[in-house]
């Protein structure tokens, strides 16, 4: 037998004995309490307490099944699930319940023998002395372990720690603390005045959190843990501002996303990112509904490889679709994701398909494998300079790529289409925004003519998606500089990925078919307070250890994203973080013709053709094309 397995047996058997006698001398305890440990006079002699042990005095049959009945009655209410070295509230409970229905059972067994012997007094010391037996067993062995006496690194300072916010998170942190010798609490910051000079697990709350500098400076504090639930990002940016400049660390707790049960060790303290400083509330999302549109269809995947793409597979996954066919022509993104689902979801079966939706034949074939009943359309190339110099190449994969699937998804009949849009299609200015924007007009219109739910859902940047500025800012910094930033004043809209795909599954449960949604992004930020902050968090100090530097905007690129046109009138929906913006209908034979138009330009490869077929389909395009030469200006054909 292993060594471990004959470990959790004799440790098993040993707090098994451990209860067994708890509840022997429970029993003996309460007799003794009842009659003040003076041997009582006639037929309630010590004679009965003695013989009890011996099977004799209390009947035999008392014994034989209140002793087995209670240590049943600990197994029944999972009294063995808590880990001693755990023993907390829940613990606590069970055992309290666990002594009670052992008070009614051993009632019960007086009242059925008629055993006159035992006085009522019995049934409440008999639980009392129970409960604080076990309880006090298992706590008792918790404090040794928690205590500090330890071997471990001896004559080693313990690091000083600062923990602000004196909640759950932060007395969580604390008792965790009493595990490890190398850390030692300090204090507490918090701002409830209420919780001013009071204590957690001994260790007292120092003040509010404007006093964090010169609780730095006083105690010689080598790292800040914050563990304030859902701290702001001024707080955040307040907390590291003023860690980064007297170079302590700082450490944050998960959130409630990251956490996999819910519960906090100092092992999760983690290094404060810039998704917690661009991060906001919690997002509510009507799950059931979602899962409720899922659960058992045929999900398609398109673009299942990228940041976002990659992203709506695991959330989808997680609704148990009857099969997951996700489609990507990158290989190794496919590859990963592909590996990744397979392992986190090993009953769903998932169909991972190499290909390029601008492939038709591939599609037809994959459609008609597959008969797909949801399609997520996310591929799309998205990097605006990029476009801006390969334009017939970006129409055609995001105008025609999502031509061919939507058309398909219409073919076969599938219940809704969900197209993922971007801030950039609201009065574009570069290739990328334009044919975003055209596809938008296709899938709105073509919903007109189909039974199938054509729904968009529109968005700005999502934080750390590859090829954004987050990943770039990162490398950069990690270079020592200098960090790039097109223009002082450029804004952008971000959100995480997490919160956007969400956001995204829950529009396309409230769409009835033709609409744009889009998602409340909040504030937008400003590009050199973002390269600060990312600065700051690497522990260094903008514009002197790292220097910013200004290269201008590039070829397409806004100085401020909108996240809808003046003549999309939008309004609110049932969600707060989801809007509807009103469509705009076209002819759809004439769409249909101008699209052909288009498609022929594409294919010719002559950029004057494309830009101006452009500019008929989306009179708004606005793109510096045109401004070089105003007789280019097709916006009159």
């Not at 959790?8 to 001398?25: M, W």
């Not at 790292?223 to 639930?229: A, C, E, G, I, K």
């Not at 929906?573 to 022929?600: C, N, P």
């Amino acid at each position: 037998m292993p060594k471990q397995t004959v470990r959790t047996v004799a440790l098993r058997s040993v707090v098994f004995t451990s209860d067994a006698t708890c509840v022997l001398f429970s029993l003996w305890g309460a007799f003794q309490l009842r009659y003040g440990f003076q041997p009582p006079t006639g037929e309630m002699g010590w004679g009965v307490v003695l013989d009890f042990f011996s099977g004799q005095g209390i009947p035999p049959l008392l014994l034989g099944a209140l002793f087995p009945g209670q240590l049943a009655l600990f197994l029944r209410e999972g009294i063995y699930r808590g880990l001693w070295r755990f023993a907390s509230v829940p613990d606590l409970i069970r055992i309290v319940r666990t002594s009670v229905l052992g008070a009614i059972l051993l009632g019960t067994l007086v009242f059925f023998f008629q055993i006159d012997r035992v006085p009522p007094s019995i049934m409440v010391l008999y639980p009392l002395l129970l409960i604080m037996g076990l309880g006090g067993t298992r706590l008792a062995y918790r404090w040794m372990k928690d205590s500090r006496f330890s071997l471990a690194n001896p004559g080693k300072e313990p690091a000083q720690i600062l923990i602000i916010g004196a909640g759950r998170a932060g007395e969580t942190v604390i008792r965790d603390t009493l595990r490890y010798p190398d850390y030692h609490v300090v204090g507490l910051l918090d701002n409830d005045p209420k919780k001013q000079g009071s204590e957690i697990q001994g260790i007292r709350v120092l003040g509010l959190v404007n006093a964090l500098e010169k609780t730095l400076a006083s105690h010689q504090i080598d790292t800040v843990f914050l563990t304030v639930d859902s701290p702001s990002r001024q707080l955040i940016e307040d907390v590291l501002t003023t860690c980064s400049r007297l170079q302590v660390e700082c450490r944050i707790v998960p959130s409630w996303r990251e956490l996999v049960n819910g519960q906090v060790d100092l092992q999760q303290m983690r290094p404060a990112t810039v998704e917690d400083l661009l991060g906001r509330d919690p997002v509510d999302l009507d799950m059931e509904t979602i899962a409720r549109s899922l659960v058992g269809q045929v999900v398609l995947i398109t673009g299942g490889g990228g940041s976002i793409g990659s992203e709506v597979c695991r959330q989808v996954a997680r609704q148990r679709p009857s099969q997951l066919v996700v489609l990507d022509h990158g290989e190794y993104n496919l590859y990963q994701i592909e590996r990744e689902l397979r392992l986190e979801f090993p009953s769903l079966t998932i169909h991972a398909i190499l290909g390029d939706v601008k492939n038709v034949d591939l599609l037809h074939r994959l459609f008609t494998t597959y008969h797909p009943q949801v399609v997520i359309h996310a591929a799309a190339y998205k990097h605006v300079p990029m476009l801006e110099n390969n334009s017939a190449e970006g129409v055609r994969n995001n105008v025609f790529g999502t031509l061919n699937v939507a058309r398909l998804a219409h073919q076969f009949g599938c219940a809704r289409f969900v197209m993922v849009s971007t801030d950039k299609a609201v009065s574009p200015t570069n290739v990328m925004g334009a044919s975003k924007r055209i596809a938008e007009i296709f899938c709105q219109n073509l919903n007109a003519h189909s039974p199938v739910r054509f729904i968009t859902v529109r968005f700005g940047n999502v934080l750390a998606s590859a090829g954004s500025v987050v990943p770039l800012f990162r490398q950069q910094i990690a270079n020592g500089g200098p960090v790039t930033v097109t223009h002082p004043d450029i804004t952008r809209y971000f959100m995480t990925i997490q919160e956007a795909v969400g956001l995204t599954l829950q529009a396309s449960v409230m769409g009835k078919g033709g609409e744009i949604f889009v998602l409340n992004m909040g504030e937008p930020v400003k590009i050199k307070a973002l390269a600060d902050l990312m600065i700051r968090l690497a522990g260094k100090k903008p514009d002197v250890d790292i220097p910013i530097i200004y290269t201008g905007l590039r070829p397409g690129e806004k100085l401020h994203e909108e996240m809808f046109h003046e003549e999309e009138a939008l309004r609110n929906t049932t969600h707060a973080k989801v809007m509807l913006a009103k469509s705009r209908v076209m002819d759809m034979a004439w769409l249909e013709e101008q699209l052909i138009l288009l498609e022929k330009a594409t294919r010719a490869g002559d950029k004057d053709l494309l830009m101006n077929q452009l500019k008929v389909l989306v009179p708004e395009f606005a793109s510096e094309f045109f401004q070089t030469d105003p007789s280019r200006d097709g916006s009159e054909e």
